[in-house]
């Protein structure tokens, strides 16, 4: 039958516990900060434009309709997303289990 007290001091009191129990707490905490996204993390869906052309929609307390219509470029225009472009505020420095595995 096992004891728990021995188990326990084993752990916490013993050189090589401590030691195993600092790195189990070290790699928790870096699995915890550890980057999600890898690429843009900002996803852009909008509807086609033959969904809300023509149509009538409420936003709070007022309706709008929607219709195509082009116009012309000035300097201040935003371009086109492609997606294959990285975010400007995207962290470049790959992350603690990257450097160590890579």
Known sequence: MLDTKKIIDR?????????FISALF????????????????ILYYAPRYDEIEGKI???EDTCYKYKIENVKCNKDFI???????????QIEEPSFFSKIFA
């Open 11 to 19: 752990l916490f009191y013993n050189s090589m516990g401590q030691l």
């Open 26 to 41: 070290g790699i928790s905490l870096a699995l915890l900060f550890q980057r999600v996204c890898k690429d843009n993390c």
């Open 57 to 59: 929609f409420k936003l």
């Open 79 to 89: 371009p086109q997303y492609t997606g294959s472009k990285k975010a400007d505020n």
